[in-house]
């Protein structure tokens, strides 16, 4: 089992920034592909971007531009930089971990709150 938790949600007025980051635990070496997701109020869970444990990312068309994605292999963490906030960003952002792909392992979800 691979435990993930996240941190560094919160409020932030449009225009602004926020750095999410998650850290891993357990069983470490079952997992190489690291992700994030959001969930807006309504709508189903989408994917953002991931990472692999060789530092290779991806991106979906709602997180190019304004979203990178990182990882630190050492302290098994990888962090979501998000810059020039929108209010249509507000949502739940989850990290998650796999082996091929970022959809085995979920952590708890931590709110991202963009308004004026």
């Known amino acids: 089992q691979v435990q993930l938790a996240e941190s560094g949600g919160g409020w932030v007025q449009p225009g602004g920034s926020l750095r999410l980051s998650c850290a891993a635990s357990g069983n470490i070496d079952s997992i190489n592909v690291m992700g994030w997701y959001r969930q807006a109020p309504g709508k189903q869970r989408e994917f953002l971007a991931s990472?692999?444990?060789?530092?290779?990312?991806y991106y979906k068309d709602a997180a190019k531009g304004r979203f990178t994605i990182s990882r630190n292999n050492a302290k098994n963490t990888i962090a979501l930089q998000m810059n020039n906030l929108k209010p249509e960003d507000t949502a739940v952002f989850y990290c998650?971990?796999?082996?091929?792909?970022?959809?085995?392992?979920w952590g708890q979800g931590i709110q991202v709150t963009v308004s004026s």
């Open positions: 998650s971990a796999g082996r091929f792909f970022p959809d085995r392992y």
């Open positions: 990472i692999t444990g060789e530092g290779t990312t």
